[in-house]
T-cell receptor
Framework: DTGVSQNPRHKITKRGQNVTFRCDPISEHNRLYWYRQTLGQGPEFLTYFQNEAQLEKSRLLSDRFSAERPKGSFSTLEIQRTEQGDSAMYLC?????????????FGPGTRLTVT | RKEVEQDPGPFNVPEGATVAFNCTYSNSASQSFFWYRQDCRKEPKLLMSVYSSGNEDGRFTAQLNRASQYISLLIRDSKLSDSATYLCVVNRGSGGGSQGNLIFGKGTKLSVKP
């Protein structure tokens, strides 16, 4: 399967713990995006990378959230001191620069539950 | 006002019906427009791009009215397999750092019944 992959698929953690999610984009895609989706809502943009450079961060991305893409391939999203409000589906997407500004391919997501 | 607004739904229609979804966007600088489909507990997938005056793909027709900042999706001869949530999506695309991310509407749920 050469699509976007995310790990883990599910994560249950206690409030106050740190969690880290991984995203592996489609191999030739140089853009990588993180979104968050809660029940009944569309995905909300968090941050985006072009190669290893983090080009934009949403106001939703508090200082407890950090994302990296050190070698321009896979990316990690870390949430420190988790809160119950962080419970959501975290989606990663990738695209190839120059192929259209909306043709993003999503991974299956990581569902986070904070208890 | 939300940046992308859609019909609240849900839409419950019989097989074979024609169904239309509407969407409005608030940022006149938006450059690219899309419909994504999301099945229950699955990731969103691109259904159609809407770049200029609209386009058609089989039973699906998407229209764009830039003057009214309005996008629509028409599904003809609906099938059971069309049951999903349809997300209206806009890319601000005005250059600089904001050209990468997509703005999603809340989605409209469609249920096609036999």
């Amino acid at each position: 399967d050469t699509g976007v992959s995310q790990n883990p698929r599910h994560k249950i953690t206690k409030r106050g713990q740190n969690v880290t999610f991984r995203c592996d984009p489609i191999s030739e895609h140089n853009r990588l995006y993180w979104y968050r989706q809660t029940l009944g809502q569309g995905p909300e943009f968090l941050t985006y990378f072009q190669n290893e450079a983090q080009l934009e961060k949403s106001r939703l991305l508090s200082d407890r959230f950090s994302a990296e893409r050190p070698k321009g391939s896979f990316s990690t999203l870390e949430i420190q001191r988790t809160e119950q409000g962080d419970s959501a589906m975290y989606l990663c997407a990738s695209s190839l620069d120059g192929t259209g500004l909306g043709e993003q391919y999503f991974g299956p997501g990581t569902r986070l539950t904070v208890t | 006002r939300k940046e992308v607004e859609q019909d609240p739904g849900p839409f419950n229609v019989p097989e074979g019906a024609t169904v239309a979804f509407n969407c409005t966007y608030s940022n006149s600088a938006s450059q690219s427009f899309f419909w994504y489909r999301q099945d229950c507990r699955k990731e969103p997938k691109l259904l159609m791009s809407v770049y200029s005056s609209g386009n058609e793909d089989g039973r699906f027709t998407a229209q764009l009215n830039r003057a009214s900042q309005y996008i629509s999706l028409l599904i003809r001869d609906s099938k059971l397999s069309d049951s999903a949530t349809y997300l209206c999506v806009v890319n601000r695309g005005s250059g600089g750092g904001s050209q990468g991310n997509l703005i999603f509407g809340k989605g409209t749920k469609l249920s096609v019944k036999p």
